[in-house]
Nanobody, 127 residues
Framework: QVQLVESGGGLVQAGGSRRLSCAAS????????MGWFRQAPGKEREFVAA????????AYADSVKGRFTVSRDNAENTAYLQMNSLKPEDTAVYYC????????????????????WGQGTQVTVSS
């Protein structure tokens, strides 16, 4: 089992940047594929980005492609979401999620595929 804790949220102006972190407990972080999702008020939780357990496999939602970058440091048990060129429509609670992955290059893009979730961190982008 793994516990996930997000940090790095806050208020940022449109066009700015923010880096979110997702710290995982335990010593088996490298077994988990990781994902980032977000949920705006009144909307469904939606996929943002995913990364395989060893890092080379990544995927992005079309709405963030070219602006956001997902990465991980298995030695530090941490996943990251670098967000650049932020827009007001990026305002949401951002969640990281994890699932044990058999294959090192696999990543997952639907919330139903994830087993573990963090508590979320609010990102607000002002215009």
């Amino acid at each position: 089992q793994v516990q996930l804790v997000e940090s790095g949220g806050g208020l940022v102006q449109a066009g700015g940047s923010r880096r979110l972190s997702c710290a995982a407990s335990g010593r088996t972080f490298s077994r988990y594929a990781m994902g980032w999702f977000r949920q705006a008020p009144g909307k469904e939780r939606e996929f943002v980005a995913a990364i395989s357990r060893s890092g080379p496999g990544t995927a992005y939602a079309d709405s963030v492609k070219g602006r956001f970058t997902v990465s991980r440091d298995n030695a530090e048990n941490t996943a990251y979401l670098q967000m650049n060129s932020l827009k007001p429509e990026d305002t949401a609670v951002y969640y990281c999620a994890g699932v044990i992955s058999v294959f090192s290059s696999s990543f997952f893009v639907t919330k139903q595929e994830y087993t573990y979730w963090g508590q979320g961190t609010q990102v607000t982008v002002s215009s």
